[in-house]
């Protein structure tokens, strides 16, 4: 595998299930971020990891969870979602942590269907 | 606020020539990034500009103009897989990335 992974590729799940997404980056790169993508909408960044440390929240609901257990990969737990909350989830890497230039390495994304 | 503009959709014909806009309004700016997604798939890089002037990059160009927080993306010789969305994003004085809602962009035979 290359670049920067991400499964599964399409989710749907019910406002009561537990799901969890999964990235994973071949890069080598030190920082990760989980984006929502909405059509029609700008990206909206969620979460910021730099070494494995969380250094942004932007908000985010609580029903969202990240890990990030090494520098090579990043989760978000799901839990009790809304219909609202379906979107396209894009993962992303970075070699420099944010506070600088940072060129930023996209997945695929998972397609999230919350129902 | 801090806020990225670009057209919705746009539709050119193959072989053609097409230019994107995008105007920023920022807190501070370190520079603008132009990426590609096609459907389903990942955004992936095509430019960065940071000082003023065009860059060319094989069909496709960017241009920026910080005087007036303005940039585009020119494509040459459309193709048909040219058919995408392209999204504008500029750093803020922070290196935030602000993102924009994208431009559909629908080439037609």
């Known amino acids: 595998e290359t670049g920067v992974t991400q499964t599964p590729r399409h989710l749907v799940m019910g406002m009561t299930n537990k799901k969890s997404l999964k990235c994973e980056q071949h890069l080598g790169h030190n920082a990760m971020y989980w984006y929502k993508q909405s059509a029609k909408k700008p990206l909206e960044l969620m979460f910021v990891y730099s070494l494995e440390e969380r250094v942004e929240n932007n908000s985010v609901p609580s029903r969202f969870s990240p890990e990030c257990p090494n520098s090579s990969h990043l989760f978000l737990h799901l839990h009790t979602l809304q219909p609202e909350d379906s979107a396209l989830y894009l993962c992303?890497?970075?070699?420099?942590?944010?506070?600088?230039?940072?060129?930023?390495?996209f997945g695929p994304g998972t397609r999230l269907t919350v129902l | 606020g801090q806020n990225i503009d670009q057209p919705t959709e746009m539709t050119a014909t193959e072989g053609a020539i097409v230019q994107i806009n995008c105007t920023y309004q920022t807190s501070g700016f370190n520079g603008l990034f132009w990426y590609q997604q096609h459907a389903g798939e990942a955004p992936t890089f095509l430019s960065y500009n940071v000082l003023d002037g065009l860059e060319e990059k094989g069909r496709f160009s960017s241009f920026l103009s910080r005087s007036k927080g303005y940039s585009y993306l020119l494509l040459k010789e459309l193709q048909m897989k040219d058919s995408a969305s392209y999204l504008c994003?500029?750093?803020?004085?922070?290196?935030?990335?602000?993102w924009g809602a994208g431009t559909k962009l629908i080439i037609k035979p």
């Open positions: 994003a500029a750093f803020d004085s922070n290196y935030q990335l602000i």
């Open positions: 992303a890497s970075s070699q420099a942590p944010p506070g600088s230039y940072n060129e930023q390495f």
